[in-house]
Each structure stands twice: as structure tokens, then as C-alpha cells.
């Protein structure tokens, strides 16, 4: 089984990578979501079978790396400064990205409407690799990427 | 709000950073780097030079391949975790200057023979104890080898050395001084001979 040189990975998918980490982990967990995911790749593309759907299977990662991120987050105390650092990284990112309340309502969703209106809206996924990347037939893909972008709409638009 | 939440996404989403980078220096620690690689600038061209926890493992001239096929036959020969780690290769690009420069007859930094392999690695390496100036011949390298009559499988052995200049397979000429071939062609051999004095 011939794999490409994971430096090919890095260089095609690291933008779209780190984006779907501020838009799904949030801007506070995004780096850490980031190298994790490159981190858990790396160590298991060796043992790798198949090469034919790459970007589902390091999105994959992605997600599930940014559900643990949130969940320890979730759990562990945090210190009163850092609650002040998460809040001085939220209220800048108005002025990095403009539109902050749409992703707070992105991480809102459930984390598989989340996945599924990433990567179908913003990277045009094909629906057989965001089933792929889930891990459910095609119709399961497309009605994440329906209740999602519907949640939103009504958040969007109310 | 009447703009409809698909295009909203995808134009709040272009304007998002995207300028990380992988933390290299975690990977190496962690033990997932097999092969760095980066380019280095030198008088015959860039070249690629790649290195594995052990040493020095490819140097490549850059012209009839380019970087890309380099890469894809390092990640297919010794293991697709590659990546581009310059940092990594900053004692043998300091070498190679130095080498080029004129202020360094020897290379210290550690070989990988990984590439290497039977009477291939055996003729390459008597040639890495050849020294800087001075030059040996096909039949001699073959003989040290353990194989004087093996003067051509020698020939085909520097030919396949995957660390030219570094292992100085451009010092062994044909008895009788003709020069020979050369990986990176015999200009290039012609040049490393200058640098070092051996022809005018």
C-alpha cells in the first residue's frame, strides 16, 4: 500500500484543518485541536490500509480531538485567569473573523450537524465522503447537513 | 438578516486564520519523525537533503527530478512519515557550506546507510574513506570492497549512491584517469574535483 508523503497532507489540508478547529473546538481550543489532530495522524498513517479518502479520515480525527477538547474543558476547574483569557480570545475574534455569533451557534449544534455543515458548506464535501467521515450511510450525512443548516437558519435569521 | 446561512458560512469561513503551524519540534519528540527533509542552496543547484533519527540518509540533485519525486521515494523506501523540518538539517547545511566554501575537507555529520544494501553499501562505504583531494578508481574501490573483478557492479554502486558529495563517490575516476560518469552528471563532478584541487 503506497501512502504519499504525509508532508503532501500537511500541505494541502492544514488551512481547512485549523479553520474547522476555531469554527468546531472554538477559538480558546483551536491550536490545541490543531496539533493534536496532526499529532494522533501522524502516529497512526503508518499502519494506514487505505489512501483513497484522506481528508475524511483526518477529519475524523479532527472532530473527535475537538469533542474530547471540549468535553476536559468542560470538566476540569478552571483558574480565574484563565476564564479571563478565554474571554479576552472571544471578544477578539470579532475583529479576526467578523462574524464570531455564527460560529458560537456552529458549536452549538451537535458535534455531527456541526462536522457535516463544516465541511459541506465550507469545503463543498462530496456526501459519500462526509458519510465516510461520519461514519454513516449518505443519508444520515445529508439530513446532518439539513437540521443543521436549518438550526442555524432559524438562529440566523430570528 | 436575509442572506441565506450557506453563503453566510462560507464567507465568514475564508476570513478565518489559517496560519499554524505543525509544532515540529513535539513531533520529533514525540518520536514520529522518520525522515526530515529540506532544501539546501549550493553551487550545483538546490539540493534536497533528508535525514532520519540516525543521520544523513539522501541528498539529492535537483534538475532531471525534481523535490517532490525525491520526497515520494523517500516516504515509499523508508516510511511516509515525512516531513519538511529545515531545522533538522542545520548541521548538515552548515557542512555543506562550509564544504563549498572551501573551509571544510571532512563531513562529521552522522550516515544512514538505510538506502543502501549488499555489495552496494560495501563499494560506497570504502569510498566515504576517501579523502578530501585525493581519488581512487573503480578497480580499487571494487578490490577493497572484497570483489577486485566486480569493476562494472562497482561502477553501478557509486552511480546509485543516494548521499553524493557527502560520500564522495565523484573521487573514484577510471584507471587511467578518465573521469567516468557521475549521478548528477560529470560537470558536477568536474566542479567537486576543481573545488578540491584535484583537476586545474
Not at chain 2, 539546501?40 to 539522501?58: F, K, Q, W
Not at chain 2, 531545522?87 to 550516515?111: A, H, M, T, W
Not at chain 2, 553499501?121 to 580499487?140: C, D, M, P, W
Not at chain 2, 565523484?170 to 548528477?184: C, D, I, M, N, S
Amino acid at each position: 500500500m503506497k501512502l504519499p508523503p504525509f508532508q503532501a497532507l500537511l500541505d494541502e489540508h492544514s488551512t481547512d484543518l485549523y479553520r474547522f478547529c476555531v469554527a468546531t473546538a472554538g477559538w480558546g481550543e483551536a491550536d490545541d485541536c490543531f496539533q493534536e489532530t496532526w499529532i494522533a495522524a501522524l502516529r497512526a498513517y503508518p499502519k494506514l490500509r487505505r489512501a483513497d479518502n484522506l481528508r475524511a479520515w483526518l477529519f475524523r480525527i479532527a472532530q473527535n480531538k475537538a469533542i474530547d477538547l471540549h468535553r476536559s474543558r468542560g470538566r476540569r476547574p478552571v483558574p480565574v485567569e484563565a476564564v479571563a483569557e478565554m474571554a479576552a480570545a472571544e471578544s477578539e475574534a470579532p475583529v479576526l473573523d467578523g462574524q464570531p455569533e455564527l460560529w458560537a451557534a456552529v458549536r452549538d449544534l451537535p458535534p455531527k450537524q456541526r462536522t457535516a455543515v463544516f465541511c459541506r458548506t465550507v469545503l463543498g464535501m462530496p456526501y459519500d465522503e462526509l458519510a465516510e467521515l461520519l461514519e454513516s450511510t449518505e443519508d444520515a450525512a445529508r439530513h446532518n447537513v439539513f437540521e443543521g443548516l436549518k438550526k442555524l437558519r432559524e438562529e440566523w435569521t430570528a | 438578516m436575509n442572506e441565506d446561512i450557506e453563503t453566510a458560512l462560507r464567507e465568514a469561513a475564508a476570513t478565518l486564520p489559517s496560519a499554524a503551524a505543525l509544532d515540529l519540534q513535539r513531533v520529533a519528540g514525540e518520536g514520529l519523525l522518520d525522515v526530515a527533509y529540506a532544501t539546501v542552496d549550493s553551487p550545483l543547484g538546490p539540493l534536497v537533503v533528508a535525514a532520519t533519527p540516525r543521520g544523513l540518509v539522501r541528498l539529492a540533485y535537483t534538475g532531471s527530478r525534481d523535490e517532490g519525486e525525491v520526497v515520494e521515494d523517500l516516504a515509499g523506501k523508508l516510511s511516509p512519515r515525512i516531513l519538511e523540518a529545515p531545522e533538522r538539517l542545520d548541521d548538515v547545511r552548515r557542512e555543506l557550506d562550509e564544504y563549498f566554501d572551501g573551509r571544510r575537507v571532512d563531513f562529521e555529520v552522522p550516515i544512514d546507510w538505510s538506502l543502501t544494501h549488499g555489495f552496494t553499501g560495501k563499494v560506497l562505504r570504502q569510498t566515504a574513506r576517501i579523502g578530501y583531494g585525493k581519488t581512487s578508481t573503480y578497480a580499487e574501490v571494487a578490490g577493497r570492497a572484497g570483489s577486485p573483478r566486480a569493476v562494472r557492479a562497482a561502477g553501478n554502486a557509486l552511480g546509485s549512491n543516494p548521499i553524493p558529495v557527502v560520500v564522495p563517490c565523484h573521487r573514484v575516476l577510471r584507471t587511467g584517469g578518465a573521469l567516468g560518469g557521475y549521478t548528477g552528471g560529470v560537470e558536477r563532478k568536474e566542479f567537486l574535483l576543481r573545488l578540491e584541487g584535484v583537476l586545474a
